[in-house]
């Protein structure tokens, strides 16, 4: 099967914007840009761009497919049935195709429901986005997480948990640096699990070829993970100045999640967000600003990632961050890179998707006149005109 995307506006997802560009796809795959509309034959199933905008599919580094924006999901995901919470994911990853977002990494599941969705998707049961799945997240004992995390304490547990997961088919694995927002008694700024047991995790994980990523608010958890080799820094809310040069130096990814955060403040105690939360929520929401606008003004490389499934941080509304991201001193076309390109970079999956270039995945997003102009735009669900994964339209 062959479709062409004719004559019009291209975000190739590196920076670059291509005009009068027509996109050849064939099967599942982008096989050529041409800069004319010329000479296409009628086997081509033909897509005028016109005044739209093709961009790559979205990637989104940071998602639980399993909470379900509820104003306690941690809450929730304890005291619901495992059946009501899988169906649930189902629909969570429906809604975030349909907005546009062709690849997610979900940063932490329940009882390996996040790997179940992966497999339902990939093998064509259900519609969603491609999931890179982690397996249950690692905390410490006690630590932030722990209702749906496996718990450990010490470098040779946590080794052991970090195999538990890689066994059961995580993608790549997440650890707990330091206390959060969403569980109740532990702290932002407090350290959690300890440099040694990262660093036996993350040895773990990069002997079997795995990224990992962790959670991170506060600056001697963030440093310890650093030093323990993580791959990126989740939320990152108290980055000193070590911390960004160190990120620069190694090439550590920044994840900002600002959206997390945003919902929890925009809602507060009157929706129902527990009172704890909220309360830990606005006391560090001002140091995160501060963190993100020094980060990128030093050149950290930031990729977009929504925490979604937070409170009010609905699937299908993902692309919100972009608007954050832009709302917190990217460009536009910074913002838009961090969740195509960028993104690409942090899953290391930059040779198969990320950017309108042949040889690439066909994941393609044809969106409503130009973001560029009116970032807000994408927000919106109507401006989501047509979404294609692996070559086939959703
Ligand atoms: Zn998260």
Same mark, same amino acid.
């Given at each position: ?201 993350i040895e773990e994980a ?42 620069k130096e190694h090439q550590?990814?920044?994840i900002p999640t600002i959206? !997390? ?6 809602? =507060?105690?009157? +929706? %129902?967000? *527990?009172?704890?939360?909220?309360? &830990? /929520? ?14 990128? !003004? ?6 977009? =990632?929504?925490? +979604? %499934?937070? *409170?009010?941080?609905?699937?299908? &509304? /993902? ?76």
């Amino acid at each position: 099967m062959k479709t062409a995307f004719v004559d019009g506006r291209v975000f190739v997802g590196n920076g670059t914007i291509m005009e009068h560009a027509t996109v050849i796809v064939e099967d599942s795959r982008i096989i050529d840009i041409q800069n004319t509309a010329q000479g296409l034959s009628q086997e081509f199933h033909q897509i005028p761009i016109g005044n739209d905008t093709l961009f790559p599919g979205f990637i989104d580094c940071h998602v639980h497919l399993t909470m379900d924006g509820s104003p306690d999901p941690i809450g929730t995901l304890a005291s619901e049935t495992l059946p009501i919470t899988t169906i649930k994911g189902v629909q969570n990853a429906q809604k975030t195709l349909a907005a546009g977002i062709t690849t997610v990494r979900d940063l932490g599941g329940k009882d390996g429901i996040d790997l179940g969705l992966r497999l339902a998707i990939e093998s064509g049961l259900i519609n969603g986005p491609r999931v890179l799945a982690s397996g249950r997240l690692i905390c410490m004992t006690g630590g932030h997480g722990w209702p749906i995390g496996r718990e450990a304490d010490g470098p040779d547990e946590v080794r052991r948990a970090a195999r538990e997961q890689i066994k059961a088919g995580a993608d790549q694995v997440k650890f707990m640096a330091t206390g959060g927002v969403l569980t109740a008694s532990v702290e932002p700024g407090c350290a959690q699990l300890t440099y040694e047991e990262m660093k036996a995790g993350i040895e773990e994980a990069h002997k079997a070829g795995k990224r990992t990523a962790t959670h991170a608010m506060g600056s001697h958890g963030i440093l310890a993970a650093l030093h323990a080799g993580i791959d990126s820094i989740e939320h990152g809310i108290y980055l000193t100045d070590e911390i960004i040069s160190f990120m620069k130096e190694h090439q550590v990814y920044y994840i900002p999640t600002i959206a !997390a955060l945003y919902h929890i403040a925009n809602r =507060g105690v009157a +929706a %129902g967000i *527990p009172a704890w939360a909220v309360k &830990k /929520n606005n006391i560090v929401a001002p140091f995160h600003k501060e963190s993100i606008k020094k980060a990128h !003004a030093a050149g950290v490389t930031i990729a977009m =990632g929504t925490d +979604a %499934g937070t *409170p009010f941080n609905y699937h299908g &509304k /993902n692309l919100l961050e972009i608007s954050l991201l832009v709302a917190h001193g990217l460009s536009p076309t910074e913002a838009l890179v961090a969740a195509t390109g960028t993104a690409s970079y942090v899953l290391g999956m930059e040779d198969k998707i990320g950017t309108v270039e042949p040889g690439k995945i066909a994941d393609l997003v044809l969106v409503k006149d130009n973001p560029l102009d009116d970032i807000d735009i994408l927000y919106n669900q109507d401006a989501i005109v047509r979404v294609m994964k692996n070559g086939i339209f959703v």
